[in-house]
């Protein structure tokens, strides 16, 4: 099994190097793993191009306000027929600009929508980057438990081993019983059932912490204390509901649904546009000494009559606004039972971990005792064999009680919305998806957008009254 490990390590290795990316030492600290898998790991890479993606739809939506300018060029041919002369061939070649001046709000409410769809995006990434690095503590300490959890069984089965050979010599000298014989090689057995199944399980988890960093890992330092634990329960509830990423991406959700409503609202308005187009046409080949042709149009429109479908537009956009509002109070009570649960977890297992420990001591005095006094023949064989078993369960007992409290710390912190790779590794570089927007969000931007959203953005408080209910 070690030896297929070594291989999905060597995989994943090559995998990375294939992809570009600078495959470092193998991480041997929390803080080694945190770096290494937010910088390489595909899902998150995968969100950052998608919420680049997003970025995109704000500039698309902006381009309504500017103007589009094409040109065209064609030619014609025309059979008039035997008794008709005259050229039978034409070129035109236009040049047209079309701008929209008004439109009701629809396009400044569309710009909202779109910038609280961004905003949403970038939010729901932070919750990304957090889920991957409560992952990467998970996986982390699951490792390191059953490394020591292997050591344990390692440890019990030599014990048992050795007391096997003591159980034996005593028989056959005749001062035990093959029955006492017998005992220990059940326990030996079952010793060595628990030793193969704790590495199965190292294993295992061995292989999701090379799918989540990126690589195998080896012996792991132990983990460092959490950075911004909350001190008390409501300050853990208060900064959740301010700074919870998913209940932050609901509320924005919230804000884009509210101003589709608007936008669907405009469609009952007035439409004013202006084109303007100049052209020439002429016989083909003598295109410079033909006709040129140069209009200017300002078009308004107002709908009449859509056969139901603006009113249905609206009232679907109506519904989903229900919808995404619902989302925020659902998000909400999510959050809320996530910081309760996440807090009785963490304190509960701290209890644990101290009454392990004390279980751990008892139980480390109560085997050696046992031993000793079976050797004067105050104890059985047998008892020798259940004070072992009981010091390896506090032992597992301990390292499980002391992966669950971090494990429940660490998840507090990812749903207060400080579980950071900053945090953790001060000098990360980490990523920001407001730079790319900052970037792209003003690309095709021209001089008569901020009139044409001025003008626009007027009737925007005539979006909310009841037309189209």
Known sequence: MTKGISRIALVAGIGFAAMGFAVAAEAESLTDAIAMAYSQNPGLGRARA????????????RANFGPSLSLGAS???????????????????????????FASGGLSASLEASKAGVKSGQESLRSTESSLLLNVISVYTAVRRDQEALKISQDNYDILKAQLDQTQAQFEAGQLTRTDVAQSQARLSASAAALSAAQAQLDSDRASYTAIVGQAPTALDPVPDLPGLPADFNTALSTAEKNNPDLAAAQYADDAAAARVKAERSAFG???GLSVSSGKTGVAGQLGSTLEDTSATVRVSVPLFSSGLNGSRVRQA?????AS???VEETRRTVVSTVSQAWSNMIAARSAVTSNQEQVKAAQIAAEGVKTEQQVGLRTNIEVLNAEQELKSAQLDLINAQRS???????????TGNLTAKAF????????PQKNFNKVQSKGWTPIVPVVHAVDGAAEGLLGNGRGK
């Open 318 to 322: 109506l519904e989903n606004e229900t």
């Open 50 to 61: 998608q919420q680049r993606a997003t970025d995109e739809t704000y500039v698309q939506t």
């Open 270 to 272: 007035p439409t004013v």
């Open 325 to 327: 509002r619902l989302q």
């Open 425 to 432: 590794v001060p000098n990360l570089e980490t990523y920001d």
């Open 75 to 101: 030619q014609s041919y025309a059979d008039r027929g035997q008794n008709f002369a005259g050229d039978r061939s034409f070129q035109t070649v236009s040049l047209s600009a079309n701008q929209t001046l």
């Open 405 to 415: 409290q971090y494990v429940a710390a660490a998840q507090l912190l990812s749903v």
